[in-house]
């Protein structure tokens, strides 16, 4: 058993992160990653040095910004007794990804020309994106962005700077 609960681990290992990441590139390995050892720990970041010291350099100035998009609904006893099939249902859950993937694309359109690379997952309330930016065009995104109109029943939370994880490339074994 840990001697400190995991949610204040957790904020530990994101603020040591955050302090490091303020003076260089980093790519964290996700919390909580567990080796058996320090010399597993070597190995597999040696057997990586390549792709780790590739991704670095091309990752250098740039920071990870996260934008959750979610599209609010109702509750599943009130979806019932709106709409009584499993295809309405379908249907409207449907029309609320479709809502947030709408948005999505505007932060995208309107961020085109400092935010060089996006990606993005599709999540259970709506989409996430990952966008990729110079460190220093970081406040012209955010007034850019700060311009994108969320209709009602959507929320957009717009976090970072991150470290560029996102866009890292390795290739699990």
Same mark, same amino acid.
């Given at each position: $058993?840990?001697?400190?609960?995991?949610?204040?681990?957790?904020?530990?290992?994101?603020?040591? &992160?955050?302090?490091?990441? @303020?003076? %260089?590139?980093? !790519?964290?390995?996700?919390?909580?990653?567990? #080796?058996?050892?320090?010399?597993?720990?070597?190995?597999? /970041?040696?057997?990586?040095? #390549?792709?780790?010291?590739? @991704? &670095? =350099?091309?990752?250098?100035?740039?920071?990870? $910004?996260?934008?959750?998009?979610?599209?609010?609904?109702? *509750?599943?006893?009130?979806?019932?007794?709106?709409?009584?099939?499993?295809?309405?249902?379908?249907?409207?859950? +449907?029309?609320?990804?479709?809502?947030?993937?709408? /948005? =999505?694309?505007?932060? +995208?359109? #309107?961020?085109?020309?400092?935010?060089?690379?996006? %990606?993005? +997952?599709?999540? %259970?309330?709506?989409?996430?994106?990952? @966008?990729? &930016?110079?460190?220093?065009?970081?406040?012209?995104? &955010?007034?850019?962005?700060?311009? /994108?109109?969320?209709? @009602?029943?959507?929320?957009?939370? #717009?976090? *970072?700077?991150?470290?560029?994880?996102?866009?890292?490339? !390795?290739?699990?074994?």
């Amino acid at each position: $058993m840990p001697a400190e609960p995991v949610p204040e681990m957790v904020k530990a290992f994101s603020e040591v &992160l955050q302090r490091i990441f @303020a003076q %260089t590139a980093i !790519i964290p390995f996700r919390f909580p990653t567990v #080796v058996e050892s320090e010399a597993v720990l070597t190995q597999f /970041v040696e057997h990586r040095r #390549v792709e780790y010291s590739g @991704a &670095l =350099q091309r990752l250098r100035d740039k920071v990870q $910004m996260d934008v959750r998009i979610s599209a609010k609904s109702e *509750g599943p006893e009130n979806l019932m007794q709106s709409s009584p099939s499993g295809k309405n249902y379908l249907r409207q859950k +449907r029309a609320r990804y479709q809502q947030a993937q709408s /948005v =999505q694309e505007e932060f +995208r359109r #309107v961020s085109h020309s400092v935010a060089g690379e996006w %990606t993005q +997952r599709d999540t %259970t309330t709506g989409v996430r994106g990952f @966008a990729l &930016l110079d460190r220093a065009s970081l406040p012209i995104f &955010l007034e850019k962005i700060a311009q /994108v109109h969320t209709p @009602a029943g959507i929320t957009a939370r #717009v976090t *970072g700077p991150w470290p560029p994880s996102e866009f890292v490339e !390795i290739v699990d074994e």
